[in-house]
């Protein structure tokens, strides 16, 4: 079955910690994307990229790192920087980025104790 | 700037009741307009709105969008338990890279 797959689904780290969020996708979509989502909040982008090799600052990127170098590949780094990083992450793609529809994973849990 | 607001933020029910969920935006070269549905985890895709598709349904669900005021309403007639989740609406740009989410509502439905 087709889809997207995030690791670890729960992940807890100490201050200062950075941590990478894996995102891996089988649905040979050119664009990928990684949301923040809060209490109350919605969600918000962070990162972004409609092609291999290539990627864009959303409107949260500050304390975030990613990288694309496989098409199938997005994974996010959360940094010591991010001053807030307890939230749920959450990765999508589209089949290129004017595509409109979503597809997402299941979503990754940080906890910064 | 873009944006999307959606009302109520939350809502409570009794099962069987209908309901309006809300979403106004302001976009500039606006493209679509799509409703999903989170449950727990992942938002799961209900419908997309665009200029030449403006009303769509599917089953108890059905949504409109109002190109001249800037809306979309998503209706929920008969609702059940399962309906409890957020809704969330969003909207692409045709200059934009991604979509541009609202807060979502919150709806719970109570036996």
């Known amino acids: 079955d087709g889809g997207i797959t995030q690791s670890p689904k729960y992940l807890f780290r100490k201050e200062g910690q950075n941590v990478t969020l894996s995102c891996e996708q089988n649905l040979n979509h050119d664009a990928m994307y990684w949301y923040r989502q809060d209490p109350g909040q919605g969600l918000r982008l962070i990162y972004y990229?409609?092609?291999?090799?290539?990627?864009q600052k959303g409107d949260i990127a500050e304390g975030y790192s990613v990288s694309r170098e496989k098409k199938e590949s997005f994974p996010l780094t959360v940094t010591s920087a991010q001053k807030n990083p307890t939230a749920f992450y959450l990765c999508?793609?589209?089949?290129?980025?004017?595509?409109?529809?979503?597809?997402f994973g299941e979503g990754s849990r940080l906890t910064v104790l | 700037e873009d944006k999307v607001v959606q009302s109520p933020l939350s809502l409570v029910v009794h099962e069987g009741d209908t309901v309006t969920l809300n979403c106004s935006y302001e976009?500039?070269?606006?493209?679509?307009l799509l409703w999903y549905k989170q449950e727990k985890k992942a938002p799961t895709f209900l419908f997309m709105l665009?200029?030449?598709?403006i009303e769509k349904k599917s089953g108890r669900l059905s949504s409109i969008l109002d190109k001249k005021e800037l809306f979309s309403i998503l209706n929920i007639t008969a609702t059940q338990t399962g309906d409890s989740a957020v809704y969330l609406c969003a909207v692409e740009a045709d200059s934009g890279y991604a979509l541009n989410f609202g807060k979502g509502t919150s709806l719970l439905v109570t036996p």
């Open positions: 976009v500039t070269n606006f493209r679509s």
């Open positions: 990229s409609q092609i291999v090799n290539d990627f």
């Open positions: 665009t200029s030449s598709g």
């Open positions: 999508a793609s589209s089949i290129d980025y004017r595509a409109g529809e979503l597809f």
